[in-house]
């Protein structure tokens, strides 16, 4: 078991016995590795310590709903903006196939595709010269089920695996503060509507929550909440385009592509990373 392996297991035990608050020990353990050694894969791979990790886990949903809020008013703003906008702690560039790209179906268009290992589980990660494509976990479902999607909805491209070409897209999430957020396009294709949600997305802060109703109403379309949740469960990159900070009104978890599990570990690893980089005292205590 390679230390991305083991650091993934230790998250989803986390998540498992949360009510439990499990011991250091006993995470270290689980494992296989002595509570030291656990310490510091855990702090170099995931950014936090382990005690860290479980606080942002046992946060109130509501409560981060709560806090979200006021953030979320600005969606209807943002939106109109160009694609080029600071869109919080990232500048991300979501860019729609055009009307002649889609009907070409990706002719001329070469898009490289590879698979990498993350803290948070195996990535396939496809990119277009405009940008990314595609991004999902692969122990959701496999790499060849991507690449095989991501053919059928580009059937006329030319797709090719080249894992250093894609390989920016994932060291971008795990960059540390020092070294900065470089700017991301990403290249979707969707209709309008899902679009436009993919965008109020990228406008949800890290470490916050929305719900589905929230989005409509942000969007102008308070009534449309079930149409939401089939644009957020229809988007094409994850962690990206951050679906998994999408939630009931209830606060209750909600559907998660990836699974409910992946979607709690998500959320508590963004939420430890972000008090990590506001906090004063060293992350890994």
Not at 183 to 192: I, K, P, R
Request: some cysteine; aromatic content about 8%.
């Amino acid at each position: 078991m390679n230390d991305y392996a083991r650091i993934e297991k230790a998250l989803a035990f986390m998540v498992a016995h949360a009510a439990a608050q499990p011991r250091l020990e006993t995470v270290a353990a689980h494992v296989h590795l002595s509570t030291f050694h656990f310490q510091r894969l855990f702090c170099r791979y995931v950014g936090v310590s382990p005690k860290r990790f479980l606080q942002a886990l046992t946060l109130e949903r509501g409560k981060q709903l709560m806090e979200s809020s006021a953030s979320l008013l600005e969606v209807a703003h943002t939106l109109g903006l160009s694609g080029g906008s600071r869109l919080y702690d990232h500048f991300v560039q979501l860019e729609a196939v055009t009307p002649g790209e889609y009907k070409r179906k990706g002719e001329g268009v070469e898009i490289a595709y590879g698979v990498h290992d993350t803290p948070l589980g195996r990535m396939f990660v496809a990119v277009t010269p405009r940008g990314i494509c595609r991004m999902g976990f692969v122990d959701a479902t496999s790499a060849e089920s991507l690449q095989a999607k991501l053919a059928k909805e580009w059937p006329h491209s030319t797709l090719y695996h080249d894992s250093e070409a894609t390989r920016y897209a994932v060291a971008g999430l795990f960059a540390t503060p020092e070294q900065g957020a470089a700017s991301l396009s990403l290249h979707v294709s969707g209709t309008n509507f899902q679009i436009a949600v993919w965008r109020a997305l990228l406008t949800i802060p890290e470490g916050k929550l929305a719900s589905y109703s929230q989005i409509a109403q942000a969007l102008g379309t308070p009534k449309s909440s079930r149409a939401v949740g089939n644009a957020v469960g229809a988007n094409p990159i994850a962690l990206w385009i951050p679906c998994h900070r999408v939630v009931q009104q209830s606060g209750a978890l909600g559907g998660y592509r990836w699974g409910s599990e992946k979607k709690q570990i998500v959320q508590a690893w963004e939420s430890a990373q972000l008090k990590a980089t506001t906090a004063s005292a060293d992350a890994c205590v």
